[in-house]
């Protein structure tokens, strides 16, 4: 399968680069506008989305935006996509064991039109990367994350604690100081994240019982070994 945007800047005479890289064995070659005929702050604006999308995904591409990518069939049976996620195909690939990579692609200047494509697309595509990010990673495992920001809130709590206690047992009042509201607001901020982590992990151990249960729970296999 191979997506092009509609623009006329992306250039159809990449795809068979894309399809020989495929058939090197990756399961996803994204086109790398290495050479961008855009304006600079549209140019700008993108390589900071870039460098935070892949900062944060944990999958190192230079363009994620581009629309010239080709895939293997198999790698989008099953992809829940919804909204704006389908420019975070990579991301999500990647996540479920796929090969990805990129190549520079021919990139033109625009013949007609103007882009609509604004800094409230970059807004939202983050707001959308946090989202693929966090189902990623953490959807079968969310104690991690929430179990996580619960230590290191808990942690910094009680230390601020027992330096108060300590204070106070060498005579010194704490009552008035600011430190002693911050350091009970962490702690109990810190055990609700513990709490939260594990009702969610209860909630996805359920789920993947039901699915189990019904036959519904989808496996990608690569290859079978006898």
């Not at 006329?8 to 495929?22: S, T």
């Not at 895939?71 to 829940?80: C, F, I, S, T």
């Not at 047992?169 to 509201?181: C, Y």
């Not at 962490?186 to 151990?205: A, D, H, K, N, P």
Request: aromatic fraction near 8%; charge should be positive; include cysteine.
């Amino acid at each position: 399968m191979v997506t092009i945007d509609g623009d006329l800047q992306d250039d159809p005479a990449e795809i068979p680069r894309l399809l020989a890289k495929l058939d090197e064995g990756y399961d996803l070659v994204s086109g790398w506008k290495a050479r961008r005929r855009d304006p600079l702050a549209r140019r700008l604006l993108s390589r900071l989305f870039n460098a935070v999308s892949a900062r944060v995904s944990g999958l190192r591409l230079h363009d994620l935006n581009c629309g010239l990518k080709a895939y293997r069939a198999e790698v989008l049976d099953g992809m829940q996509l919804y909204g704006e996620l389908h420019r975070f195909i990579p991301v999500l690939a990647h996540y479920r064991g796929f090969r990805v990579t990129e190549i520079a692609v021919n990139h033109r200047p625009r013949p007609h039109g103007r882009s609509r494509y604004g800094m409230e697309r970059y807004v939202r595509g983050f707001l959308d990367l946090i989202t693929v990010t966090f189902m990623g990673r953490y959807r079968y495992r969310p104690l991690h994350l929430f179990g996580g920001v619960g230590l290191l809130f808990g942690g910094v709590g009680l230390v601020i604690l027992v330096y108060l206690t300590v204070l106070k047992l060498s005579g010194e009042a704490i009552g008035h100081r600011p430190l002693l509201t911050l350091g009970v607001l962490l702690l109990v901020v810190g055990v609700q994240f513990l709490s939260l982590g594990l009702l969610s992990e209860l909630i996805t151990s359920q789920h993947e019982e039901r699915l189990e249960r019904r036959g519904r729970r989808t496996r990608l296999v690569d290859e079978v070994l006898r």
